[in-house]
């Protein structure tokens, strides 16, 4: 049986530190909390989980932390979360199997890190990311800010899941790193403008933000993964900034990175319905409804291969008169997602306006 090292970097994580340590309890054979510097009791609570706390002084460097917190590992595999993450018993099993069985060949293993969830607890979003390495390959982090693990070779993809459920308030944090880097003269690579461009989206700075997707997109050097995702965020950068001829352009233009994708649809869909073209927004939303979301190491949104496109759908019919349709696919989305109220409300809508009954 492989022996696992759990590696993480916090501060400040009394709230949520327990679950998460608790969660990996008989999966992992010892524990390194790199602490950069906490003021709660955070060291405490590691401590009594039997931790080795490593103080790390902290450098506006995610890699920096987590490449320290790695060299301290002493395991055969390193596994790494952060203090907002656990593991449920069904994903203890899976990684409990996997400790007796894999082959020591593997160099990496990869795992399904979940974003979010609807009230039903049904995956909404969600990225492969690997999450057990092996460690005299060495692998390294890279980036200081939304870091990754460097890793390559032979893998394993596991469906043992890590949720992620976040409790902090959304700080400005990343924002000033790349910021204080900008200032001070640093190159950003091909990375490090996508997620600069991310940070500036989320902080509502759409100009700049769109500037900083169009030239990563120009440089014809990103990962088609990160080139999709800039396409739809660009997309929506440009509905922010009134601009509907490039909201609908830019949604396009992530079609020049792979095949029609769910997400990929939706977007354009989005663009045509709010532009009023609701007869060619449903072909896209239809579109959506058929065709299968590819298995990626990037971003998944469920809900643009399930309930999504055919609540827009009955949205378009029902503006373009053809109520009986409409009222399927509403009926359909709420298959999909129960009790989801805007489903709910149409149904109400459709049963007082047209006399159209529940078909579920």
């Known amino acids: ?18 679950r998460v340590l608790e969660s990996v309890t008989g999966i992992v054979d010892e524990i390194i909390i790199t602490d950069t510097g906490s003021t709660d009791r955070t060291v405490e609570i590691a401590k009594a989980f039997g931790a080795r706390v490593e103080p790390f002084k902290w450098v506006d460097d995610f890699a920096a932390a987590r490449n320290y917190s790695f060299s301290k590992a002493a395991s055969d595999y390193i596994m790494w979360l952060d203090a907002d993450d656990y593991l449920k018993p069904k994903d203890i099993a899976i990684i409990q199997q996997l400790k007796r069985t894999i082959d ?6 990869t795992m399904p890190y979940v974003l979010s969830r609807n009230a039903q607890g049904e995956v909404l979003t969600s990225l492969r990311r690997n999450r057990i390495v092996r460690r005299d390959c060495g692998f390294e982090w890279i980036g200081a800010v939304h870091e990754y693990l460097n890793a390559y070779g032979t893998y394993l993809d596991s469906e043992a899941e890590v949720q992620h459920d976040k409790d902090k308030a959304y700080t400005d944090r990343n924002l000033r790193i790349y910021r204080s880097r900008q200032e001070k003269g640093e190159a950003f690579n091909i990375r490090d403008l996508y997620y600069f461009a991310n940070e500036l989206k989320d902080h509502g700075v759409y100009d700049e933000a769109a500037a900083h997707y169009e030239t990563m997109l120009r440089t014809g050097e990103g990962w088609v993964e990160d080139n999709i ?24 233009r992530a079609l020049t990175y792979d095949k029609p994708r769910p997400e990929i649809c939706c977007s354009i869909g989005n663009a045509l319905f709010d532009a009023g073209s609701y007869s060619t927004a449903a072909y896209w939303y239809e579109l959506a409804t058929t065709i299968e979301a590819p298995s990626t190491m990037g971003m998944s949104d469920r809900a643009a291969s399930t309930w999504y496109p055919h609540l827009q759908l009955c949205l378009c019919y029902d503006r373009l008169g053809q109520h009986v349709k409409a009222h399927e696919h509403n009926e359909e989305a709420l298959k999909l997602f129960p009790g989801h109220s805007s489903m709910l409300h149409n149904r109400k809508y459709f049963q007082d306006a047209h006399g159209l009954e529940p078909l579920h």
């Open 1 to 18: 049986m492989i022996t696992i090292s759990l590696c993480m970097i916090v501060k400040n994580e009394e709230a949520v530190l327990a």
């Open 229 to 252: 995702q800039a396409c739809l965020k660009l997309s929506t950068c440009y509905e922010s900034l009134g601009q509907p001829e490039l909201r609908v352009q830019t949604a396009l």
């Open 104 to 109: 020591p060949s593997i160099c990496r293993v």
